[in-house]
């Protein structure tokens, strides 16, 4: 995984350009590889090099570490070393500077004519903004994601990074290389992948353009039936000050919310009635407030009305669903989600803890000995 050691504020990843050297009071440029154990990816050789994005802790599990000068030539060619015997290849550089550095997909793949070049940036390898800098937020809200996302009346919110840097950048990354790597077992050779978190963050308004066109999203932000506009879709302050989610959507669902509330007999608005929302919304309000969160988990525990706990990252694990599946799992003394999806077959391995760079780097020659040559 990636890794950035130096200290201050964190630019984008496209920020890095490079020009960072071994031994002069900064972190070197990092290449990771993955490794071969377990899992249906078992065997697949990913090599990714640094970049300043997030990359401590579970992102980093499972990685090996090799310090390389991308700015000598020596340290350029121990990378195309690795990358003669590598399936996939990920850097996150502003467009054009792996180019610049002779480490660029023309180069790399005429090395290896199987490579896929898996290149991830905010805006993309080309277009007016391709150069500029960027944050989750700014890709959100060119791509059309971020203006839907808020209360009615107020400014716009962004979910953390969520969508764009993980949901719109990482896992659009992720399919883009698995798409590739399948495509290679019929053709024989790799590709470029380009994966801009602003595609992404737009791919992910797809179901949203689509209730656009059906006439299903004409309310102003916050008064849909998605966004916190509708009662029955929300989350709820309780007596103890935590909340519960309400995703009661359909019919059954809403009567079930209803009896869980004690309000099942009571004379209350039509559930898809608009105008009675506001009414609706002050009886759950009210009614909501007079027990602990946990005190609704336990009322609504038997009954299927979609209600649940919002539990806060740290609290997750001990939910019995999620303990019961193993959701979660402790990594070096951390507790941290387990991987997913699932797989019957060829299940994953239990993720080993992140590399420490100031003890675990490798030499390339290590990581090439236990990479034989591909026949």
């Excluded at 009305?305 to 019995?320: D, G, I, K, N, Q």
């Amino acid at each position: 995984m990636v890794v950035n050691d130096e200290p201050g504020c964190r630019d984008h990843p496209n920020e890095r350009d490079g020009r960072r050297r071994a031994g002069a009071g900064q972190a070197s440029p990092h290449a990771a590889t993955g490794g071969e154990a377990g899992g249906p990816l078992a065997g697949v050789r990913v090599v990714e090099l640094a970049s300043l994005a997030p990359a401590t802790g579970p992102l980093q599990r499972g990685r090996r570490l090799v310090a390389l000068d991308l700015k000598s030539p020596g340290g350029v060619a121990d990378l195309l070393r690795l990358v003669e015997r590598a399936d996939v290849l990920v850097e996150a550089y502003r467009p054009g500077v792996a180019e610049r550095l002779g480490v660029g997909p023309d180069t790399c793949r005429r090395r290896n004519p199987g490579l896929v070049y898996a290149r991830m940036t905010g805006w993309g390898q080309d277009g007016p903004l391709a150069p500029r800098a960027g944050h989750d937020i700014d890709y959100l809200a060119v791509a059309g994601a971020l203006e839907p996302l808020g209360r009615a009346g107020e400014r716009p919110h962004a979910p953390l990074n969520l969508l764009g840097d993980f949901a719109g950048g990482g896992l659009l990354l992720v399919v883009g290389v698995l798409a590739a790597l399948l495509e290679r077992e019929r053709s024989g050779v790799g590709q470029v992948v380009d994966a801009a978190m602003v595609d992404g963050s737009a791919l992910l308004t797809a179901f949203l353009h689509g209730m656009i066109g059906a006439g299903l999203w004409t309310a102003p932000r916050g008064r849909n039936l998605l966004d916190g506009g509708a009662p029955f879709y929300d989350t709820y302050r309780t007596a103890d000050d935590g909340f519960v989610a309400v995703g009661a959507l359909e019919p059954a669902f809403f009567a079930a919310l209803l009896t869980g509330l004690g309000l099942a007999d009571e004379d209350l608005p039509a559930q898809y009635d608009p105008s009675g929302w506001p009414r609706l919304r002050r009886r759950f309000t009210d009614r909501f407030a007079e027990r602990t969160r946990d005190e609704w988990a336990e009322v609504f525990a038997g009954l299927d009305a979609c209600v649940v706990p919002v539990l806060a990252p740290t609290e997750a694990h001990r939910h019995p669903h999620n303990a019961a599946r193993g959701t979660f799992v402790t990594v070096g003394g951390e507790v941290q989600p387990a991987p997913a999806p699932r797989f019957g077959r060829t299940p994953a391995a239990v993720p080993r803890p992140a590399p420490d760079p100031r003890r675990d780097l490798l030499d390339v020659a290590d990581v090439l000995a236990g990479w034989p040559s591909r026949s």
